[in-house]
C-alpha cells in the first residue's frame, strides 16, 4: 500500500515538474514548497546559519528553476534537486569561510527567589543549547564528506539508495561512509561526554 501510494505521488511530482517546464509557475511553486524544508535543513546542517541557509535555498531553487528544461527525468526529481543543492552549498563553502556560531548562552537575566521553576527551565534550556553548539563545532572540526553524508542520512533521512544516487556512491560506500563519520563523531564527543557522564 505505501509502495502504491509512492507510485502515485512520484506520477503526480512528475506531472508538476512537466507543467513548470511548459513555464507553469504555480507547478513550480508546488515543487519548491514539497522540498523548502529539506533543502532548507541540508543548507543549515552544513553552513551553521539560518539567515545564510535561506539565501541559499533561495538560490537553489532559482538554480533549479533556470536548469528545469535540461531535467530529463533520468532520476526523481528530488534526486537532482539534492545534487543541485549540494554542488550549490560547496561552492559557497570554498568561497566563503564559515563564520562560527556566537551564541551567548551565558546572557540569562537574575531571577528572583520566587522564580526557581523559570529558573530551572532556562537552565535547561541553556544547557540543551550549549550541547547543540557543542556538537555543531564538533561537526565543522569534520571532513566535509563525513559532515554531507551525517546530514543526509541522520538528519534528512534519506535512504542509502537515494544518498547514493546522489553522491554517486554505491549503496555499500554509503554505509561504510557513514559508519566511519559516526564512529569519528563519537570519538570527538567521547572526551566530553565522558567528563559529564554521558557515557559509561
Not at 86 to 98: A, G, P, S
Request: proline share 2%; charged share 35%; aromatic share 6%.
Amino acid at each position: 500500500m505505501a509502495e502504491t501510494r509512492k507510485g502515485e505521488n512520484q506520477i503526480e511530482e512528475q506531472e508538476l515538474v512537466k507543467r513548470a517546464q511548459q513555464g507553469e509557475e504555480e507547478a513550480f511553486t508546488k515543487l519548491v514548497k514539497a522540498y523548502q524544508s529539506r533543502v532548507c535543513g541540508l543548507a543549515i546542517n552544513l553552513v551553521h546559519n539560518r539567515e545564510t541557509a535561506d539565501d541559499l535555498a533561495q538560490e537553489i531553487f532559482l538554480k533549479a528553476y533556470v536548469s528545469l528544461k535540461k531535467f530529463r527525468f533520468q532520476s526523481e526529481f528530488g534526486t537532482w534537486l539534492y545534487q543541485i543543492s549540494i554542488n550549490h552549498i560547496r561552492d559557497y563553502l570554498r568561497k566563503h569561510k564559515k563564520e562560527k556560531d556566537d551564541l551567548r548562552l551565558d546572557n540569562i537575566p537574575e531571577l528572583r527567589a520566587e522564580d526557581k521553576e523559570v529558573g530551572q527551565q532556562i537552565a535547561e534550556n541553556q544547557e540543551t543549547e550549549r550541547r547543540k553548539v557543542l556538537l555543531r563545532q564538533k561537526l565543522e572540526e569534520m571532513p566535509e564528506k563525513y559532515r554531507l553524508i551525517l546530514s543526509l542520512r541522520d538528519v534528512q533521512g534519506l535512504s542509502y539508495e537515494e544518498i547514493g544516487k546522489m553522491l554517486r556512491l554505491s549503496p555499500g560506500t554509503v554505509d561504510s561512509r557513514l559508519h566511519r563519520a559516526r564512529k569519528l563523531l563519537r570519538k570527538k564527543l567521547a572526551p566530553i561526554l565522558s567528563q559529564e557522564g554521558g557515557l559509561k
